[in-house]
């Protein structure tokens, strides 16, 4: 049960950094984002990057160094997909 819980978390984390990575373009930032105005791209890819790394760690820690770094190189295709599918749901 932890198991599954832990591996959920590191998917909301992947998830999370990839989001973070993407607003980190000033395109997407005001396609979504509109009435804020855009803080920077150093700051949003640290977030990206810190929030990744947790993604990683956590990953490791669960499942052990070698199937957790194959379990977060593996997550990065459903949660890059689903934020190619925010975006464009977000700016349509």
Do not use: I, K, N
């Not at 959920?8 to 984390?13: H, N, R």
């Not at 395109?27 to 803080?39: A, E, I, N």
């Not at 949003?44 to 947790?54: N, Y």
């Amino acid at each position: 049960m932890l198991e599954g819980l832990l591996s959920v978390a590191v998917l909301g984390l992947q998830l999370l950094g990839l989001l973070a990575l993407a607003l980190s373009q000033a395109q997407h930032w005001q396609g979504v984002m509109q009435p804020r105005r855009f803080p920077g791209t150093r700051g949003l890819r640290l977030a990206a990057l810190l929030l990744s790394a947790l993604a990683l760690l956590v990953s490791m820690g669960d499942l052990g160094l070698a199937m957790g770094a194959l379990f977060w190189v593996l997550a990065l295709l459903p949660c890059g997909l689903a934020v190619a599918l925010l975006l464009y749901w977000l700016r349509a």
